[in-house]
């Protein structure tokens, strides 16, 4: 069995995860956070600690008396950009930035096991990676093109995220697809304003925007969670300015595209600009500019590191759910997968009873801290131990 923690050293992650909760930093801004986990990372020993990995990335590595393979253990820096609204005594005193995803509960997960890590592993190494820039798909991408991450390279890596309405600490576990691929498309349109009593002489995008308002949800409405699983959201509309006396001259849509597998999301960004194309050529006086923001790959998850988990919590007598579908939210944990390296995005229940994530009053249950930090203490022990 992997090393414990003491009462104390739970009661000590309890407090600075509280402490983290207080001051978030969002996606790209996370200098201070980083500040404190290499302070903390420091404490535990670590043998080196690399900064400023895509942004303000933070990885601390734990190595083993003999060669062996590399086990990453991953966790996210950023908050989101949403104001909170719990009662808790340490809620963010950040106006308009919240820990509304458990970011700080993951984050101390992870500390925990660098905690028992005073005790190395047999074998191999350990690389703990405190990631920037999750939410908006960012981190994974700028980690990986990091120059430095050929010297962190696992063969395994692993994560966690906190699943509201599951079991206070039950372990989900899906192998092959566990996260939607998923991507933010900005369809900017350019006319010409008018006065609003002669809006003949401009060239507004109202007709337009309106016709894709209508086409692109159809891309795809949700159902049912199998390989052709797909949703088009419209998340944000503008049209001209805040004002009764202009016709509008430019306006904005933003679509949120989702899908079970990458190809799936190639044939829908393909499709939706197929929409827009279309739609453009019924006025040739607008110009319509597609970018696309908040790209995350599809993670799927491998069927030896799913074992491993299994396994592990088993060891621990943790509560197994078996999950038939993948989570509709993304992540891109996934671009870790790539190339050869073993890697599962493992689920942690936070309670039937908690608020969804990104919710304003959402709040990390510190009754998981111990509960990860046991499951990734134990993985990294069957992957590194002697037998």
């Given at each position: 069995?992997?090393?414990?923690?003491?009462d104390i050293?739970?009661s000590?992650l309890?407090?600075?995860?509280?402490?983290?909760?207080q001051?978030p930093?969002v996606s790209?801004?996370?200098?201070?956070t980083?500040k404190?986990i290499v302070?903390?990372?420091?404490?535990?020993?670590?043998?080196?600690?690399?900064t400023g990995?895509?942004?303000h990335g933070?990885?601390?590595e734990?190595a083993?008396?003999?060669?062996?393979?590399?086990?990453?253990?991953?966790c996210?820096?950023d908050?989101l950009?949403?104001?909170?609204i719990?009662?808790?005594?340490?809620r963010?005193?950040?106006?308009?930035?919240?820990?509304?995803?458990?970011?700080?509960?993951h984050m101390v997960m992870?500390l925990g096991v660098a905690m028992?890590l005073?005790?190395r592993?047999?074998?191999?190494?350990?690389?703990?990676?405190f990631?920037?820039?999750?939410?908006?798909?960012?981190?994974?991408?700028?980690?990986?093109?990091d120059?430095r991450w050929?010297k962190?390279?696992?063969?395994?890596?692993?994560?966690?995220?906190?699943v509201?309405?599951?079991?206070l600490?039950?372990?989900g576990?899906r192998?092959g697809?566990s996260n939607c691929?998923s991507?933010?498309?900005?369809i900017t349109?350019a006319?010409?304003?008018?006065?609003?009593?002669a809006p003949?002489?401009?060239?507004s995008?109202?007709?337009?925007m309106?016709?894709l308002?209508?086409?692109?949800?159809?891309?795809?409405?949700g159902g049912a969670?199998?390989?052709?699983?797909a949703?088009?959201?419209l998340?944000h509309?503008?049209?001209?300015?805040?004002?009764?006396?202009?016709a509008?001259?430019d306006g904005?849509?933003?679509?949120?595209?989702?899908?079970q597998?990458?190809?799936?999301?190639d044939q829908m960004a393909s499709?939706?600009?197929t929409?827009?194309?279309s739609?453009?050529?019924?006025s040739?006086a607008?110009?319509?500019?597609?970018?696309?923001h908040?790209?995350?790959l599809?993670t799927v998850n491998d069927?030896?590191?799913v074992?491993i988990a299994?396994q592990c919590?088993a060891?621990?007598?943790?509560?197994?759910?078996l999950m038939?579908g993948?989570?509709?939210?993304s992540?891109?944990?996934?671009?870790?997968?790539?190339?050869?390296?073993?890697?599962?995005?493992l689920?942690?229940?936070?309670?039937e009873?908690q608020?969804q994530?990104h919710?304003?009053n959402?709040?990390?249950?510190?009754?998981?801290?111990?509960?990860?930090?046991s499951?990734?203490?134990?993985?990294?022990?069957q992957i590194l131990?002697?037998?």
């Amino acid at each position: 069995m992997a090393p414990t923690l003491t009462d104390i050293q739970i009661s000590y992650l309890r407090e600075l995860r509280r402490a983290l909760h207080q001051t978030p930093e969002v996606s790209g801004e996370e200098q201070q956070t980083a500040k404190r986990i290499v302070t903390e990372l420091k404490r535990a020993g670590a043998d080196r600690i690399w900064t400023g990995l895509g942004g303000h990335g933070v990885a601390a590595e734990f190595a083993g008396t003999q060669d062996g393979p590399t086990v990453l253990i991953r966790c996210e820096l950023d908050g989101l950009p949403i104001h909170e609204i719990s009662e808790v005594p340490y809620r963010s005193q950040i106006a308009g930035k919240g820990h509304l995803c458990g970011h700080d509960g993951h984050m101390v997960m992870v500390l925990g096991v660098a905690m028992t890590l005073a005790t190395r592993p047999y074998r191999g190494r350990v690389i703990l990676l405190f990631q920037p820039a999750e939410e908006t798909g960012a981190g994974a991408a700028a980690v990986i093109n990091d120059p430095r991450w050929s010297k962190l390279r696992p063969d395994f890596a692993f994560s966690y995220h906190n699943v509201p309405g599951r079991p206070l600490g039950e372990i989900g576990l899906r192998t092959g697809p566990s996260n939607c691929a998923s991507r933010g498309m900005k369809i900017t349109i350019a006319g010409k304003t008018s006065h609003a009593a002669a809006p003949e002489d401009g060239h507004s995008p109202a007709q337009m925007m309106a016709s894709l308002m209508q086409t692109l949800p159809l891309l795809g409405s949700g159902g049912a969670m199998d390989q052709d699983f797909a949703l088009a959201t419209l998340t944000h509309a503008r049209l001209g300015e805040a004002s009764f006396g202009i016709a509008p001259g430019d306006g904005e849509l933003w679509v949120t595209l989702r899908s079970q597998t990458d190809h799936l999301m190639d044939q829908m960004a393909s499709a939706a600009y197929t929409l827009v194309n279309s739609a453009q050529s019924q006025s040739n006086a607008l110009t319509a500019k597609v970018t696309w923001h908040d790209v995350f790959l599809a993670t799927v998850n491998d069927p030896s590191a799913v074992g491993i988990a299994a396994q592990c919590a088993a060891n621990l007598g943790l509560s197994q759910h078996l999950m038939k579908g993948l989570m509709r939210w993304s992540e891109d944990f996934g671009r870790y997968g790539l190339d050869g390296v073993k890697s599962a995005m493992l689920f942690i229940g936070s309670g039937e009873d908690q608020p969804q994530l990104h919710s304003p009053n959402f709040d990390f249950p510190d009754a998981l801290t111990p509960v990860g930090i046991s499951l990734f203490s134990e993985v990294i022990q069957q992957i590194l131990s002697t037998s």
